[in-house]
């Protein structure tokens, strides 16, 4: 399997689909790639869990930017002789995968949260706090809501000459579309007579979403998806989010909102975020005194 280049969400789901529909050993050639995208490298770390039975071999990138990129960040050297790399700069979120059986999320989010300290400084700290714990809510609502027996894989990377952290949050659990219409199914019967509830419309992938991200809403009854907050941050701050889940896409990229149904539905959920580091603006709470 040749891979040239990983630019962009779609690039990085291609490889996937290619990866869990592949019936015989794999081999992921990087040797001519161009430019690989670090953060959608959790994309692929799912892919090849689901085929870890069978051998996975990765031949490593002429281009020692990319080489050095996939070493530093932890990928290469778990399918390659390639030794693991050192973040000397400090800007990478390393190839992560945490599952029931490790457990580690919590310590996973302190790490996360230093990485982003010094690098995301156009936020007030009571917004940077609520940012951080609405990130935490993602890492656990994996076990909470998804029950991938996979766990999640997240990876990122922070580009200081664009002043953007990108980071992606991926599992191969229930989707959102999934659990919110069978919260929604629940709450339809228990409120409204049998016959309302026959006439239930079940929501496609990108309703789901949608009504995931509005504030409150919640599959728990509390709580919210935990994404509300950072949706209305990234679309004041120009930021970007992407969310895949079954036959949902939907995105904010420069300040708008946009979705569609995919012709082909994604077992799981992926949670794709870029942060506008830009420091001409600052960002803060409402009702939040930003001269404190």
């Not at 995208?37 to 892919?47: D, M, Q, T, W």
Request: glycine letters at 6%; hydrophobic letters at 35%; one cysteine or more.
């Amino acid at each position: 399997m040749i891979i040239n280049k990983i630019n962009t969400l779609s690039d990085a789901i291609h490889y996937h689909d290619e990866i869990i529909n592949c019936e015989d050993d794999i081999t992921l050639d990087f040797e001519n790639a161009t430019f690989i995208r670090n953060n959608y490298i959790s994309i692929l770390g799912l892919a090849l869990e689901k085929q870890k039975d069978k051998k996975i071999v990765i031949k490593q990138p002429k281009n020692i930017k990319i080489k050095n990129a996939l070493k530093n960040i932890g990928f290469l050297s778990l399918y390659s002789n390639c030794n693991s790399g050192i973040d000397l700069k400090n800007t990478m979120i390393q190839f992560t995968n945490i599952t029931e059986e490790n457990d580690d999320y919590y310590r996973f989010y302190e790490y996360f949260v230093n990485q982003l300290n010094g690098k995301v400084n156009n936020l007030s700290s009571e917004l940077s706090n609520k940012i951080m714990q609405k990130i935490y809510e993602q890492f656990s609502n994996v076990f909470r809501h998804s029950e991938s027996k996979f766990g999640f894989f997240c990876s990122g990377q922070f580009y200081p000459k664009k002043e953007e952290f990108y980071f992606t949050i991926v599992d191969g659990g229930v989707t959102i579309k999934t659990n919110v219409n069978k919260y929604l199914k629940k709450i339809t019967k228990k409120n409204k007579n049998f016959l309302d509830f026959k006439k239930y419309k079940e929501l496609n992938g990108l309703e789901a979403i949608k009504w995931a991200l509005i504030n409150n809403n919640s599959t728990t009854g509390s709580g919210g998806f935990g994404l509300s907050l950072l949706k209305e941050l990234i679309l004041k701050s120009k930021g970007r989010l992407e969310i895949v889940s079954s036959d949902g896409y939907y995105t904010i990229i420069e300040g708008k909102e946009n979705g569609k149904l995919l012709n082909k539905k994604f077992t799981g959920t992926i949670i794709s975020i870029s942060l506008n580091t830009n420091n001409d603006k600052y960002y803060f709470l409402k009702g939040e005194n930003k001269d404190d």
